[in-house]
């Protein structure tokens, strides 16, 4: 009798859940692996899903909501004014009703780009309806801790898109910049030796699904050596200029 109350408990306390907005009625996960993924949303919105990236969906009574766990996803959100669209990103959240914007996550740092309509950004911790609104062209950076995100416009020449082509295009970052980008496509990360190998600058367009084969040749483009540390990271250390 315990089993069977206990069996017609459970959709009686999920619809309550619905009902109270405290549980979704689903809650899709999504990835990709060795190749770029496009996925419709229970709610008709489409979503581009860049290589070895991860979200999960839930479908709440009063909004939707995506947790985006690693990498980089371009989202066309289906409008419904009446249930804005989350997107979650490490210690960030992004809001929405109807819109085009990508998102990219690596470890703890979070780059939001707007192309079409909308989006307030906005830390976890603060006030869900606060945060700051982007127009279209406009981006927004965070990392763990911060309050506020950096804001910035794109230019014309802008590649943060590049890669729903399959391509890396880096113009002339110095390596503190570049890294993070490059380490979204590799199992263990480049790290950094020293102070100068941080300012050495790297630019080109490279395939995203050949950069790991490409590691070992950037002694040949780069005043660099690789070594490896005790975690077994791959380091970049600088040659020192003779004098």
Do not use: C
């Amino acid at each position: 009798m315990a089993a069977a109350i206990t069996l017609l408990g459970l959709p009686l306390a999920a619809f309550t859940g619905w009902n109270a907005g405290w549980l979704p009625d689903a809650y899709p996960h999504e990835s990709s692996q060795g190749a770029l993924r496009q996925v419709v949303l229970g709610d008709g919105s489409r979503v581009e899903l860049n290589l070895d990236s991860e979200l999960t969906y839930t479908h709440f009574k009063d909004h939707r909501q995506v947790r985006l766990s690693r990498g980089e996803a371009f989202f066309e959100v289906a409008h419904d004014a009446l249930h804005p669209f989350v997107v979650k990103a490490a210690e960030g959240r992004i809001k929405v009703t109807g819109t085009r914007f990508n998102v990219w996550k690596y470890q703890d740092q979070v780059r939001v780009t707007l192309m079409e309509g909308s989006v307030r950004v906005s830390s976890i911790n603060a006030d869900p309806d606060g945060g700051f609104r982007l127009s279209p062209g406009m981006q927004a950076r965070y990392k763990a801790g911060d309050y506020e995100p950096q804001l910035s416009q794109t230019y014309a020449g802008d590649t943060s898109l590049a890669w729903r082509d399959g391509k890396l295009i880096l113009d002339n970052l110095p390596l503190i910049d570049a890294l993070p980008l490059i380490n979204r496509y590799l199992e263990k990360p480049l790290v950094l030796g020293d102070d100068r190998s941080a300012r050495i600058r790297i630019g080109g367009m490279y395939d995203t699904a050949r950069i790991p084969s490409r590691v070992a040749s950037l002694p040949k483009v780069l005043p660099v050596y690789l070594t490896r540390n005790s975690e077994g990271d791959t380091v970049l250390n600088s040659i020192p200029s003779q004098p």
